[in-house]
Nanobody, 121 residues
Framework: QVQLVESGGGSVQAGGSLRLSCVAS????????MGWFRQVPGKEREGVALIDSGGSRYTSDSAKGRFTISKDNAKLILYLQMNSLKPEDTAMYYC???????????????WGQGTQVTVSS
């Protein structure tokens, strides 16, 4: 059974940084596409950053230049380094994984429970 567990969320002032982690278990993570999504109440879940099984990275326009996705294949941990945070980055952040490739669309098979990020002005 694939499991994804996120951590690293919290409260930070605008301009600050956070690093999210997602520990994966139950599968060979190196062969999966993985990514970070976020959602605020009343809005659709949106893709933030993805890394495919070959290591190529994709970042949303809103996160480009500020957020960096990376993965430790040996430890099966996915990271999201978030710098220059803005109040509009406030959301629940989810880790996702799957064999299919859906780009930034939230159609991946496996999801974590989420970690809350709150950015105050």
């Amino acid at each position: 059974q694939v499991q994804l567990v996120e951590s690293g969320g919290g409260s930070v002032q605008a301009g600050g940084s956070l690093r999210l982690s997602c520990v994966a278990s139950g599968y060979d993570g190196s062969s999966y596409n993985m990514g970070w999504f976020r959602q605020v109440p009343g809005k659709e879940r949106e893709g933030v950053a993805l890394i495919d099984s070959g290591g190529s990275r994709y970042t949303s326009d809103s996160a480009k230049g500020r957020f960096t996705i990376s993965k430790d294949n040996a430890k099966l941990i996915l990271y999201l380094q978030m710098n220059s945070l803005k109040p509009e980055d406030t959301a629940m952040y989810y880790c996702a994984a799957g064999r299919g490739w859906y780009g930034l669309r939230p159609e991946y098979r496996y999801w974590g429970q989420g970690t809350q990020v709150t950015v105050s002005s």
